[in-house]
């Protein structure tokens, strides 16, 4: 039974460090361009077109 509620309590430790990370990333910034990276494959790269 001892070691069912340890399986708990670190099963929510990492559930909490998922959860803060998601919301780490969120506050940061990383969800805010959601169209660029859809259509950037419809732009020509001038770059790396010079044949």
Request: charged share 20%; proline share 2%; with cysteine.
């Amino acid at each position: 039974m001892k070691i069912i509620l340890l399986l708990i309590a670190i099963s929510l430790l990492v559930a909490l460090g998922f959860l803060c990370a998601f919301f780490w990333a969120v506050n940061d910034g990383q969800f805010e361009d959601d169209y660029t990276p859809s259509i950037r494959i419809l732009f020509d790269n001038k770059k790396g077109n010079k044949k």
